[in-house]
């Protein structure tokens, strides 16, 4: 009896199976006889327009509906392009028509338009600019330091604020909806129970994974939401260097710190780049970047139409000059992380400046930088190769992943090894200026003997010692002090 219940049972089972196969097939076969049925319909009498057409659009404009049937028409024909194509236009005047089509239609100048479409194929694309005229979802992250996820949420909802935890890969965050009361003024904003986060911007910390009793810098620290995590995963414990570059968001850094209870954050007021000079020897680094902010066009649509190659060129330069920063910031032997994050989806700005700081720094190493989701950094992109290496990164887009568009990279600082010659004897390392972009030419300091003028030096150290005492209120007197015998 029972081997025969057995047998039912597959026989059963079976049954379901060919049903759901059976099932979709028929779905499979409807949908492709409507996909036809929608192509058919988009490419009815489609062509492409001419020059004079062209012409006549620029002067006289066109209408957003003829734009967005083209994108659509384009689209497929792309994607089909040996069987769809006109027989006399190649493709590059498909894929020149639709970026002029994107740009008119979301609002971009056509240089942008044209750098994030080379990111994607085209339907992923068409996606990617699709989710840049929506806001992303309103986000929150509990602070430890003062109350529990459970807790905080039962007292939002007890507001009238509509919630759910944000997903399995964060214990702290949640995805808000919808509230009846303002999101940032509740009483437990105030009192510092949350932080108003975007949910990328947890990402560097998880993968920073700071340890409680470690010394840690947050390079580019405002408005605060990094720095504070970190104090609230060390336990506020160890001590937390937040710097911002910008004094007057220094403010709004230390109102975030006292507001969450972070006792052991110090918020100091550097360039990213004084750094190890005016402070070292850190467990690890966390550097996110000032980036053209490609990544978060939802927010600040002004990005669409204001950056150009030379904005890209010029971050891409800080953004180096940063990472070695960093690096040399930390002390091998310790922990010897350094994260490096932006908000931008361009290679210029991500796998191209770590690629540099791999080269520059040959005692540095990728590592995986311990998130459970993320597509793969690119390894090569029009030409250029970053290295295999480059997988370990993670990307984050917007159409994918419904959160701003972020970069990721979990670089580990081994401790620095003497290049030796051929007699086996230390070669002295070489003393470089800021290196250029493309042909990595250092400027080169001689070595030798070097002379100095310390009547001139005299001069500039009385000059700068006036301008100290004239930010600090005082008036000093230009008549340069006599140096003493």
């Not at 769809?84 to 239609?105: F, G, K």
């Amino acid at each position: 009896m029972e081997k025969r219940s057995k047998a039912l049972e597959v026989r059963a089972r079976q049954e379901e199976e060919d049903e759901e196969r059976e099932r979709e097939a028929i779905q499979r076969v409807s949908k492709n006889a409507d996909d036809a049925m929608d192509l058919d319909e988009e490419l009815d009498g489609f062509k492409l327009p001419t020059a004079e057409e062209k012409e006549q659009e620029e002067t006289n404009g066109v209408d957003l509906a003829i734009v967005q049937r083209r994108i659509r028409a384009i689209t497929k024909i792309l994607n089909q392009f040996s069987r769809l194509a006109e027989p006399d236009r190649s493709r590059t005047e498909y894929v020149s028509q639709i970026i002029s089509d994107i740009a008119y239609n979301y609002g971009y100048n056509e240089f942008l338009a044209e750098r994030l479409f080379q990111l994607f194929s085209v339907n992923e694309a068409i996606e990617f600019f699709e989710a840049n005229e929506t806001p992303r979802p309103v986000t929150i992250r509990t602070n430890t330091l003062r109350t529990r996820r459970r807790d905080l949420a039962q007292a939002l909802i007890n507001r009238g604020v509509n919630l759910e935890p944000i997903g399995k890969w964060s214990k702290e965050g949640l995805q808000v909806f919808e509230s009846t009361v303002p999101i940032g003024a509740t009483p437990e904003y105030l009192a510092g129970h949350y932080m108003l986060q975007a949910a990328s911007s947890f990402l560097p910390v998880l993968a920073l994974d700071p340890k409680p009793k470690e010394r840690i810098l947050d390079m580019a620290s405002a408005p605060g939401g990094k720095s504070t995590y970190i104090s609230a995963m060390m336990q506020n414990t160890g001590v937390v260097f937040a710097n911002d570059a910008t004094k007057a968001r220094t403010k709004s850094l230390s109102a975030n710190v006292h507001r969450m209870g972070c006792k052991n954050v110090i918020v100091c007021n550097y360039d990213g780049r004084e750094f190890p000079k005016v402070l070292g020897g850190f467990h690890r680094v966390l550097l996110d970047a000032p980036c053209s902010g490609t990544g978060v066009i939802s927010k600040d649509p002004g990005v669409k139409i204001n950056k150009s190659d030379r904005d890209f060129m010029l971050l891409s330069h800080l953004q180096k000059q940063l990472i070695l920063c960093a690096i040399d910031s930390v002390d091998p032997k310790k922990a010897s992380i350094v994260v490096y994050s932006t908000c931008s989806v361009m290679p210029d700005e991500n796998e191209a400046v770590v690629a540099y700081a791999l080269r520059k720094r040959p005692h540095v190493k990728l590592v995986p930088t311990g998130l459970e989701f993320g597509k793969e950094g690119f390894t090569s992109f029009r030409g250029k190769s970053f290295g295999e290496t480059l997988k370990l990164t993670r990307r984050f887009y917007p159409h994918v992943h419904n959160m701003d568009g972020f970069f990721v990279a979990k670089l580990h600082v081994g401790k620095r090894t003497k290049k030796m010659d051929m007699d086996g004897d230390a070669v002295k390392p070489e003393l470089t200026g800021i290196v250029d972009d493309e042909n990595e030419a250092g400027g080169q300091v001689a070595e030798g003997n070097v002379q100095f003028d310390e009547e001139e030096d005299q001069k500039v150290m009385e000059a700068l010692k006036r301008k100290r005492l004239k930010a600090k209120g005082y008036r000093p007197s230009k008549k340069p002090q006599s140096s003493s015998p």
